[in-house]
């Protein structure tokens, strides 16, 4: 068994991994301020360290004994979030958690990217292989990951075993902070009536993804990066299924790919306003795109997932209903 510390283990996905972790029978330590929410951690057994991932001797004392790091932490909600301080945490924050777990003598550090890292395929999907292809400018979260990756890259080069994890949008019960499960959230409250755009996207659930991060530890190849996913969907398909799931009519108002761009100028005219909105201009510019990806690396090196989509749908109203969000 491993000692394992988890950056990031007080939100969505981090706790998942802690959970999984601990399932497992691994000793599990928490990397998180003393002021931090534990909520998503009810029922796991774990250690605290006390600090953050821009600490750097907060960091070499969480990391001291351990076999390995899960650095899931990151600033993900970038249009609610300063993009200065995402850069920071995202990029700065891997060199750190890096460091530490060199310093440290960790044997392996799995590290959290993102899907919005990897590169669109124009109507296709792409595999780890595809290259960032985005206007950096305009999609700040999938460059800053392309940094930290680059990061990674470095140390990987300089000897250091990490493995590189890219979820797509993850669903499952937990989103304290509503970012994929958002979704849920406004197709119950708006039923017929959400604007449904002509793209699509992939999707995974958070336990699929927390065990697909137990075996990157296990057995994934340092250096490599494995895109985790589970289906990809249309957003008409996606939408039609959330209002199956939570008991409203399927949505009638489609979002013609000619209109995207004069709502995403009156989107960031709202924002520049200071009213907040679920999503930024540019993300509905993305809505259009099939931003699709291949899942047959993950699935042939950790298993197929094991939580099908409307399961996990399931599970997410549920969680929201029991935690009065809905």
């Avoid at 790091?69 to 850069?87: G, Q, S, T």
């Avoid at 697909?212 to 289906?231: F, H, I, K, S």
């Amino acid at each position: 068994m491993a000692t394992a510390l988890i950056t990031g283990g007080t939100g969505f996905v981090g706790s998942h991994v802690a959970r999984a972790l601990a399932e497992a029978g691994h000793t599990v330590r928490i990397l998180h301020r003393r002021s931090s929410k534990l909520t998503a951690l009810e029922g796991v057994r774990y250690e605290s360290a006390y600090g953050d991932v821009l600490e750097a001797d907060a960091l070499r004392e969480a990391c001291a004994g351990c076999d390995w790091v899960f650095h899931v932490a990151a600033v993900a909600d970038y249009w609610r979030a300063d993009k200065a301080h995402m850069f920071k945490v995202n990029v700065e924050g891997t060199r750190l958690v890096l460091d530490a777990a060199r310093e440290a003598g960790v044997k392996r550090v799995v590290f959290t990217s993102s899907a919005a890292a990897v590169g669109l395929t124009p109507g296709g999907t792409s595999d780890e292989s595809v290259a960032f292809n985005l206007p950096p400018e305009r999609f700040p979260y999938g460059y800053s990951k392309v940094l930290a990756e680059q990061v990674v890259a470095e140390a990987v080069r300089n000897g250091q075993e990490v493995v590189t994890v890219n979820p797509v949008v993850v669903m499952g019960p937990g989103d304290l902070n509503q970012i994929s499960g958002s979704m849920v959230i406004e197709s119950k409250r708006n039923g017929r009536f959400v604007p449904v755009p002509p793209g699509g996207a992939g999707y995974v659930d958070v336990r699929d993804v927390a065990r697909w991060q137990l075996r990157a530890a296990e057995v994934g190849v340092p250096g490599e990066r494995y895109l985790l996913g589970t289906a990809n969907f249309g957003h008409r398909e996606w939408f039609s299924l959330i209002a199956d799931v939570v008991g409203v009519p399927r949505p009638i108002l489609p979002l013609p790919r000619q209109i995207l761009p004069l709502a995403a100028g009156i989107v960031n005219g709202v924002r520049a306003l200071g009213i907040k909105t679920p999503m930024d201009g540019n993300q509905i510019i993305l809505s259009g795109k099939g931003v699709y990806f291949k899942y047959d690396k993950t699935w042939a090196a950790f298993g197929p997932p094991q939580v099908a989509m409307e399961m996990s749908l399931q599970d997410t109203y549920a969680w929201y209903r029991a935690s009065g969000v809905i």
